[in-house]
Nanobody, 126 residues
């Protein structure tokens, strides 16, 4: 059982930056994958990126490559999403999620993740 709690959302102007945090508690297995997802009003939930907890291998969707960075601090059990050069298209509820995955597989589908945080709102003004 893994518990996830996001924080750091808020209002930011276009071109600005924001860092989201996800506090992880419970048992973390060596093959855990942590993901970030977002859902904008009227749109489907979108995969943002993921990180392998043990190796720190990251994978991003094309729309955020070069702007967003996922990292983790395994000593503090914290997951982060650094978001730079934000635009109104990034406005969404952002959620962190986790799963116990195969070692060499990339997980980018929401239904693959079994643990979810409550979400935090990010609003980017134009």
């Amino acid at each position: 059982q893994v518990q996830l709690v996001e924080s750091g959302g808020g209002l930011v102007q276009s071109g600005g930056s924001l860092r989201l945090s996800c506090a992880v508690s419970g048992r973390i297995f060596r093959n855990c994958v942590m993901g970030w997802f977002r859902q904008a009003p009227g749109k489907d939930r979108e995969f943002v990126g993921s990180i392998r907890w043990t190796t720190s291998y990251t994978y991003y969707t094309d729309s955020v490559k070069g702007r967003f960075t996922i990292s983790r601090d395994n000593a503090k059990n914290m997951l982060y999403l650094q978001m730079n050069n934000l635009g109104p298209e990034d406005t969404a509820v952002y959620s962190c999620a986790a799963l116990h995955g195969d070692w060499d597989k990339i997980y980018y589908t929401a239904r693959d993740y079994v643990y979810w945080g409550q979400g935090t709102q990010v609003t980017v003004s134009s």
